[in-house]
């Protein structure tokens, strides 16, 4: 069985600060994929990054960054210098790469608020 | 590319209606899904198909009936709505995660209101 933790259930932040969204994961798959989606208030759901199991380089995407380490089970989402229209839910998911079972298995979501 | 679309948006049905939630894609997706959205409980599989002609059940399947006749479409029934139903439903959809897995897309959702 897989699963994915998102502890943080809502998280406030002033524009300009950095913010941290924590995931954990649980699997017995050797392959696997870490996913995470932003599902702005319309409603919806928008790929955000994909990352595999055999690849753990951190990722940089402008304000954005992703830390993957296998060690704790974690790939955590940084935004750096937050903006208001970052508010938005974050959701981070996994599939292992088992034929027809790679089905996402998302956490339950972070809500993140920024304000002005 | 309209990518994957949802009709209707919003819909109140009454308890014991039934009713067809449409999803379709136009990338030549193999693999297609329907999810459900909670409050606070993150998205739950509902069914899946591989492949025109074949369907497999999720984690929440119960209440729900596929067919997937198409590559193109793969609508959810609900036969005899019940309040527990109400919830936004989301239609996926993705290459054959066999080849190296890629994205799921998804569709806008429909609001499903059961009273």
């Known amino acids: 069985a897989q699963k994915v933790t998102q502890a943080q259930t809502e998280i406030s932040v002033v524009e300009k600060e950095d913010v941290t969204l924590d995931c954990v994961y649980e699997t017995r798959d050797t392959t696997y994929y870490l996913f995470w989606y932003k599902q702005p208030p319309s409603g919806e759901l928008v790929f955000l990054i994909r990352r595999n199991s055999f690849d753990e380089q951190n990722e940089i995407s402008g304000r954005y960054s992703w830390n993957f380490q296998k060690s704790t089970s974690s790939f955590n989402f940084t935004i750096t210098a937050s903006q208001v229209v970052d508010s938005a839910v974050y959701f981070c998911a996994l599939s292992t790469n088992t034929g027809a079972n790679s089905k996402l298995t998302f956490g339950k979501g972070i809500t993140l608020s920024v304000r002005p | 590319n309209a990518g994957v679309t949802q009709t209707p948006k919003f819909r109140i049905l009454k308890i014991g209606q039934s009713m067809t939630l449409q999803c379709t894609q136009d990338?030549?997706?193999?693999?297609m899904y329907w999810y459900r959205q909670d409050p606070g409980m993150g998205l739950k599989l509902i069914y899946y198909?591989?492949?025109?002609?074949?369907?497999d059940k999720g984690e929440v399947p119960n209440g729900y009936n596929v067919s997937r006749s198409t590559t193109e479409d793969f609508p959810l029934r609900l036969e005899l709505a019940a309040p527990s139903q109400t919830s936004v439903y989301f239609c996926?959809?993705?290459?054959?995660?066999?080849?190296?897995?890629?994205?799921?897309?998804f569709g806008p959702g429909t609001r499903l209101t059961v009273l």
């Open positions: 996926a959809s993705s290459w054959d995660p066999n080849r190296g897995f890629n994205e799921q897309f």
């Open positions: 198909s591989v492949g025109a002609g074949i369907t």
């Open positions: 990338m030549n997706h193999n693999y």
